[in-house]
């Protein structure tokens, strides 16, 4: 933490040598003559699904509070940020923004009064909404009832949340852009590339993240989200996250059901399920599946013979997976289903997750259990019990040794300090 204040330190003298705070990170105008409006009942339901898309919800919900009305604790490496209120109250929302304060917010990253926002807002992507979608979105939110309900300051670490900070950072890893489709390409994958790219904010977790908070990996080459210990695949790499070699339809149904035959979503994905993509028009899930599996897979060289896991391990691994696991996943990892039904529990053997690097969501599977997206089309998900009261560091790393070891797979094994470093975390 030190020397990441020590970067943005020098960083922030740069910008104001430069002049970043004043010459090159100045506030588009808003005029002083621009009041709240409504929308038409067309821009209404487009920006439904856009808040849909964005699952704007998620964040701006706190847990047992009121839709929208932000509150929302949401961990960083640099303090915690709180959502804001979204809700059209005059006092503590968006009451008294108009359209152009909402278009700056998106495309800019300020808000009402011209304040630089802090990053968690992914204005970084937002930036590529269409002024029209933008006003839709706003036309939205403006029919959302009121609650007053006011905001919690951020509660970041100096230098982090100061003016100065953000305009260094904005200087070094932010450009306000524009959406340009790619005329070589067809409507329906321009659509799912500004889906994903724009309103899905996807690349925001799939992009990994660098010291400074700034997305990595533009092109989806994964990463872990910061504080809360789950790994976001890469979609170029086959290994991880990849379904260039999927059917549209089972992309299409891992998006809208949380399930297909080649995966299902879990974690942090099975939120964006439950609370975004299930609801999207199919038209625009099948736009999203054909720009996804068009991204190109990265070719990754076969890894040399790694670390073998320790005898003693795996036999140890080899009995607690007996003991607490085979029961439903199978003697050989073959996954359980129900009687002339669907496969219900999910298979081990040949799982990406199991052998992914990191082995953050194997261990936190393990750990501290949890169910799939619930949707229409799966409501009762599988259920994975937590088995950290159970197990210790050792026991929950030998099992994932094991794992990783068996039916094919030759992924490193897992130390009782990666066990250590990856249950722990912002659920």
């Known amino acids: 933490m030190r020397w990441r204040r020590w970067v943005l330190g020098a960083a922030v003298c740069v910008a104001v040598a430069l002049g970043a705070p004043t010459l090159l990170d100045r506030a588009g105008s808003v005029s002083r003559d621009a009041r709240p409006g409504t929308g038409t009942a067309e821009q209404v339901e487009r920006g439904r699904l856009l808040a849909l ?7 701006h919900t706190a847990r047992g509070g009121a839709s929208y009305a932000g509150g929302r604790a949401i961990g960083t490496p640099f303090g915690p940020v709180y959502a804001t209120n979204l809700t059209p109250d005059v006092d503590t929302g968006l009451g008294r923004w108009s359209s152009e304060h909402f278009w700056r917010a998106l495309h800019e990253g300020r808000g009402y009064d011209g304040q630089r926002l802090v990053p968690v807002f992914p204005y970084t992507e937002f930036t590529r909404l269409t002024r029209a979608d933008s006003d839709a979105l706003y036309a939205y939110l403006r ?19 100061t003016q100065t900070a953000l305009a260094a950072w904005r200087l070094a890893f932010f450009r306000a852009g524009s959406w340009q489709d790619d005329a070589g390409k067809s409507a329906e994958w321009n659509r799912g590339a500004y889906l994903v790219n724009g309103a899905g904010h996807c690349v925001a977790c799939h992009g990994g993240r660098n010291a400074l908070g700034a997305t990595a990996d533009a092109g989806f080459g994964g990463g872990l989200i910061p504080t809360r210990n789950w790994y976001a695949p890469a979609f170029t790499r086959a290994k991880e996250g990849s379904v260039a070699d999927w059917p549209l339809d089972d992309i299409v149904a891992l998006l809208r059901d949380g399930v297909a035959a080649r995966g299902r979503a879990s974690g942090p994905m099975a939120e964006v399920v439950a609370g975004s993509t299930q609801h999207l028009p199919v038209a625009d899930l099948h736009a999203m599946a054909v720009y996804l599996k068009s991204l190109p897979v990265e070719d990754v060289p076969a890894a040399a013979p790694g670390e073998q896991p320790q005898p003693a391990v795996r036999e140890l691994g080899a009995k607690l997976y007996g003991d607490h696991c085979a ?15 669907p496969l219900v529990v999910p298979a081990l053997a040949a799982n990406r997750l199991v052998t992914m690097d990191p082995p953050a969501n194997l261990v936190r599977a393990i750990a501290l259990g949890g169910f799939g997206a619930a949707t229409v089309a799966n409501p009762r998900p599988f259920g994975m019990p937590p088995f950290a009261h159970v197990l210790n560091d050792e026991q929950i790393a030998a099992v994932a040794t094991y794992l990783r070891s068996s039916w094919g797979a030759r992924a490193a094994p897992v130390k009782a300090f990666d066990v250590a470093r990856f249950r722990g975390g912002q659920e």
Do not use: F, K, M
């Open 143 to 161: 029919t959302l009832p009121a609650v007053q309900q006011r905001n919690r300051a951020h509660e970041l670490a100096w230098p982090y949340g």
């Open 53 to 59: 898309a964005g699952n704007c919800a998620t964040c």
């Open 327 to 341: 029961g439903c996943h199978g003697d050989s990892g073959e996954g359980g289903a129900i009687p002339n039904g």
